[in-house]
């Protein structure tokens, strides 16, 4: 595999959204994830705007200065609930053609939950927690579909297997239970 396969490669199977700006502030890569983040929000205004400032700091010498340490951007994008918050991370590549690389990362509930200490407690298979997990962030079954890059129908059967395991009807059961149980 060359290089550039193998960048691909690596940036495609990150799990968050990676967007890359050139000095004109124009997108010239993004991820999957990152286009599946584009399909439901728009990057923050912030976003844009930090990356003109970071390349006119690049541009007048003054990068180190102006920027010293990691940039973050904590945003919530949705009226309605904290599955919704998101993290931007930003960073930059100086040099004679700078680029801005945003990391896209969502805030989430199960990012709270160590699902790999009830996959046992519910003998849940690692791909059914994959799906889990999502289900929990409150995806839709198109949206992990697409994550995962597998069928609705798949996602549809998963669910089923563990509603099943867990002994519950639907979606918020599951959550409510898993929220509670505890863990071995």
């Known amino acids: 595999m060359n290089k550039s396969a193998m960048m691909k490669f690596v940036l495609e199977k990150l799990p968050m ?22 399909k439901t929000y728009e990057l923050p205004v912030e976003v844009p705007a930090l990356s ?8 007048t010498s003054r990068i180190a200065e102006l920027f010293h340490g990691e ?11 904290s599955s919704t918050d998101w993290t931007f991370k930003i960073d930059f590549l100086e040099g004679p053609d700078p680029l801005v690389v945003v990391f896209i990362m969502r805030d989430s509930v ?7 200490k009830l996959r046992p407690e ?10 889990l997990r999502r289900v929990i962030d409150g995806l ?3 949206e992990i579909s697409g994550d995962l890059s597998i069928s ?3 996602v549809k059967d998963h669910l089923s297997n563990i509603y099943m395991k867990v002994g519950v ?3 918020f059961d599951l959550i409510r239970i898993l929220i509670n149980s505890p863990t071995p």
Request: without cysteine; hydrophobic residues 35%.
């Open 152 to 154: 609705e129908q798949t």
């Open 110 to 116: 199960s990012s709270r939950l160590d699902l790999n």
């Open 17 to 38: 959204g990676v967007v890359v700006f050139d000095s004109r502030i124009k997108v010239i890569y993004r991820n999957n994830k990152a286009d599946l983040f584009f």
């Open 122 to 131: 519910f003998n849940l298979t690692r791909r059914e927690t994959d799906i």
């Open 71 to 81: 940039i973050y951007l904590k945003k919530s994008l949705g009226p309605y609930d």
């Open 169 to 171: 009807e639907n979606r």
């Open 52 to 59: 003109r400032r970071i390349f006119d700091a690049i541009s």
């Open 140 to 142: 839709k079954n198109t």
